[in-house]
């Protein structure tokens, strides 16, 4: 749901978006981060609050995990083999997975920490043969899944120490968990399968936290997050430093449509989309990916269809209860880029998303600089 295709960008070239011009409304300055030497696009996961910013880089089948520096204005190849970024932390180091050679006959991607160029390989959980990293925190720890197959929703979550090495939380009662962040407290979220619930087993959000950094240390369960309204499934997807959570999770039994959540410590707010309820050809759909410690919320949303316009996917960012769409927030010099997904925010209220440039057709990262305050 990241991408759209060279036809809906073409439609969205010709969009216009009315801007407010009211006292204290945020625009934002765009910087296109650019792509990894000999590649050809990039998509951007994470910034930490120096903006440097974690993603990767593609070029047909061949991947690699970067990292970019806002000093130095410069995207480097993070190592390894066919490498994907998904986390940084507060000190710079990057996450994510690649290929190590000589890991056996059947040739795999495991979680890798990313330093100075070169990939260090974080293993597989027991019995599993892939494993990926999304998150790491300030004191190194790292979380993420590990499965039978690559991406694959048979996975156990785990926490990685270099102390402990690699652990699996648990679950919610159901086979399976994945793991996607962690805050500089410990705290965990992801999604793991639930128990009983008739033949499927459904996947709630949750949040987490290990007690001990030590070998052989106790865990508290996991606690379930819940969902949306008569929602069965929901998904974690970023912890903040008070522990709130955002994510995505389902509205009502037997309906795939979902919305952006914020849980705040206490109960999950529907963050509803920029579609609108009841609009047709299912509009009515976002997804949170990143929240910042002033609780700003970004990720994408669909806009409602106009005519026969086909659906028209969009970054967001939720502020205040309010959900707008970051097409919107730029300045007019800068509508040549079609923001599609925002998947981080630092606390200097800067956000990476990944954009179309509708004059080249070229999937780019880009930084989103706010004009002042936006908490």
Known sequence: MKKLTLVLIGLMACFAIGVSTSRGQIFYSLEDLGVVKG???????AINNQAQV???AYKGEETCAYQYDYLQKF??????????????????????????VGMGPMLASHAALFKGGLPSDLGVLKGQVYSRANGINAFGQVVGFS?????????????WTSQTGMIDIGTLGGAYAQAYAINDLGFVTGASQTAGGGPILTTHAFIYRPLSNTAGAVYQPMRDLGVLGS??????????????????????RNDPRMHGFFYNGKSMIDLGSL????????????AALGVNNFDLVVGYSYLPVVGEMPIQQVAFLWRRGQMMNLNSLLAWSQRN??????????????????AYNLDTGELR???????????
């Not at 997807?237 to 509205?251: I, K, M, R």
């Open 147 to 159: 499965g039978q197959t690559r991406d694959g929703s048979d996975s156990k979550a785990f926490i």
């Open 365 to 375: 990262s880009v930084l989103l600089t706010p004009n002042g305050p936006t908490q």
């Open 39 to 45: 590649m050809d696009s990039s998509e951007p996961a």
């Open 275 to 286: 579609g609108g309820e009841g609009n047709r050809w299912g509009s009515d759909v976002s």
């Open 231 to 252: 929602g069965e499934s929901s998904c974690g997807t970023a912890v903040n430093s008070y522990n709130h959570v955002v994510g995505y999770s389902t509205l009502k």
């Open 337 to 354: 880029y079609l923001l599609i997904s925002a998947t981080a925010i630092n606390d200097n209220g800067q956000i990476v998303a990944s």
């Open 75 to 100: 995207m480097a190849d993070a190592g390894g083999v066919n490498s994907r970024g998904f986390g940084i932390s507060s000190t710079n180091l990057v996450v994510g997975d690649a290929f190590f």
């Open 54 to 56: 974690a993603g990767t």
